[in-house]
């Protein structure tokens, strides 16, 4: 049963991605090539109850937001768009609302991209019942593909005061529960 429920999300996600990508994605030059979608993978891993390794199609079919940050950085206004981080640990099936108490509350997320880098949050300040942290799992940067040198994924921690767990290149999510 878990099989068929895991295969329908994932038929689900991919049948809706058309209709999740902005315009100017899905077509002419902005397009990302049909090797770049399935290739890239962000895989989520560790204590999960579900580990998952999700491509640029899957995520395209999950609920989706768009964010408007100012990056230091760059020194200018950038418009990303993806799938919360909340929405990908809730389908490897991390508690959150009122599930999310207890020994739970210790649980850390470590986001790791391609070239090594690293950051770390707790699980609660993950979970929109306990902070609006508005983390984002992007795929898209000014209504394009985001470009290799920070892409195709990239982590987006719009409250942070500056962007020192922003994660380019993002390609894995490892959930740990601290022992006791």
Not at 56 to 64: E, H, I, S, T
Not at 132 to 147: F, N, Q, Y
Not at 154 to 175: C, E, F, G
Request: proline residues 7%; positive net charge; hydrophobic residues 45%.
């Amino acid at each position: 049963m878990k099989f068929w429920a895991i295969l329908a999300i994932l038929l689900a996600g991919i049948c809706g991605f058309a209709a999740a990508r902005p315009a100017s994605a899905q077509g002419g030059p902005a397009q990302a090539s049909t090797a770049r979608l399935d290739d890239a993978r962000l895989v989520v891993r560790g204590d999960v109850g579900l580990p998952l390794s999700l491509s640029l199609l899957d995520l395209g079919g999950l609920p989706r937001q768009i964010l408007k940050v100012y990056n230091e950085h760059e020194k200018k206004q950038e418009t990303y768009q993806g799938v919360p981080l909340a929405e990908i640990l809730k389908r490897a099936g991390l508690p959150q609302g009122e599930e999310l108490r207890g020994p739970a509350l210790a649980t850390y997320v470590r986001a790791e991209g391609a070239d090594g880098y690293a950051v770390v949050f707790s699980l609660a300040e993950l979970d929109s019942s306990i902070q609006d942290s508005g983390v984002l799992v992007a795929d898209t940067l000014d209504g394009r593909p985001i470009p290799d040198k920070l892409g195709p994924l990239r982590l987006i921690v719009p409250h942070d005061k500056r962007p020192a767990r922003w994660v380019r290149m993002l390609q894995s999510i490892t959930v740990v529960k601290p022992a006791k």
